[in-house]
């Protein structure tokens, strides 16, 4: 069983949660633009933006992995973004544990910041990929891990 470290440090124990989803089926590109949005943002914040990227009301901007991406009016000085929901929902499902341990801290959830989101490729998983005439070609599944950050301001 592999054991997970945080790649945040530096941060008051005290006045700061930590949530993390290790091995998640999502696309860890999706899941870093998703990551760099939502930095600097309250907890209430994110998970009302995320909620809204799930229902298709709001797009994320996709500032580095964007060739190929199309256009979308709801943004603000950037011009590329999709809509992310299966990889929206995974985050908000952290956002809402990362919600509970900031509570058992005993930190005021309207005052809780995030100051650290990452996403980074995981494990790959191997597979077949069937073609014609009895061939096969490769085809691999990259997990992805996620990491989240708040402090209370």
Known sequence: MPR?????????????????GRELDISH???REICKT???MLLDEAKTYLEEVTKLKRSVPFRRYKKKVGHRKDLQGFATGRYPVKAAKHILDILKNLE????????????????????YPGRKIPRI????FGRSSPKVNTLTHVEIAVEEL
């Open 38 to 40: 939502i930095k600097g």
């Open 100 to 119: 509970n341990n900031a509570e058992f801290k005993g930190l005021e959830l309207d005052r809780c910041v995030i100051v650290h989101a990452a996403a």
């Open 129 to 132: 990929f069937a073609r014609a």
């Open 4 to 20: 997970f470290g945080y790649s945040v440090i530096g941060l008051d124990p005290d006045k700061t949660a930590i949530a993390s």
């Open 29 to 31: 590109k999706h899941a």
